[in-house]
């Protein structure tokens, strides 16, 4: 079959045109499918065996100053329940962290003005200080270069920010006009230049999405050369412009995996709560895909349920950094095991 050869071509050179990554996006079936998370799996066990890797994630923030038409914690959504997270209680989910076995820990959060570059520095600082073990992920969104320039030095070595979406046009249609897809992709190229392993990633089936974006999302993938990328459906929110949208698929979401697996094949790729979210065992089938990172919950209890980006996010059960071992269970169910270490990524300049 035509889109065999071409996932063939892709597991050799690992690269497409644009046309051929809209072909294949576009001809998708489930034979396909099968035939592409195989390769996607073997890839994965040649460079990462079968270790999973798991990331403590601390969502510490649910203000935001921003306006995403997509996301539950958008500035104009007055009926959430606004928390912000002390020093003290994020270094305390460290340590319940620590103890479970976790070795990165993510700091997560809306655009908070409150987290200037002292306060986060001094935040940094004291994880790094107490976990000198343990890797530190920062999710804060956009800042300036000297900003993230900071917090490097401060001890954080790594930086989450999905791009969304390539295309400014498509950008626009989910952003407010303070925010633009030029800008976004400038700071990933800028924590990058400090030397962060930068995560990108996008959301798969968001309102307006066509085949050709998403071609044009894996084109800047393989141009930016990330240490990770973050890709899960988009799921909408009651309380948001796009309430009424429909959801990204599972299908798509485990294909778009599986090509990335094969795109770059060193990189870290998590199975996100928004896939276990839109199906039971998705992040199981992410795996199943390609997938070798999952970022169980740390964040306290009593908070959870008030950072809701989307309706129905799991944070109970498997999902709940304190359940690790029903994590451990599904993960072996897919013959892989959690590796306690911080997972750094193989895909690194020197490596590609
Ligand atoms: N504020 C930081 C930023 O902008 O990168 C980090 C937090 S932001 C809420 C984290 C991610 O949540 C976004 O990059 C977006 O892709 C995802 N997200 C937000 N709303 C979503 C939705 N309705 N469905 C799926 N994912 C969503």
Redesign the pocket.
Known sequence: KSLNKLIDKLACTHALSKEEWVQLIQGRDSEVSEYLFSLARRTREKYYGDDVYIRGLIEFTNY?K?D?L????RRSNTHVNRYRLTKEEILSCCYAGYELGFRTFVL????DGYYTDPVLEDIVKSIHTSFPDCAITL????RSFESYQRLFDAGANRY???H?TYNASHYARLHPPSLSAAHRQQCLWNLKKIGYQAGT???VG?PYQTPENLAEDMLFLKELNPHMV?I??????HD?P?SGERA?TLDLTLFLLALIRLLLPKVLLPATT?LGTIAPDGREQGILAGANVVMPNLSPGNVRKDYA??DNKICTGAEAAECIKDLEQRIHSVGCHIAVTRGDSLNTAEET
């Open positions: 935001c921003n995403c997509y996301c539950g914690i997560q959060g809306g655009e999710s804060v969104g956009e989450l920010l999905r969304e990633g996008f959301m968001s973050g899960g459906p988009f799921i909408p929110h948001t796009f990204g928004a980006l989307y």
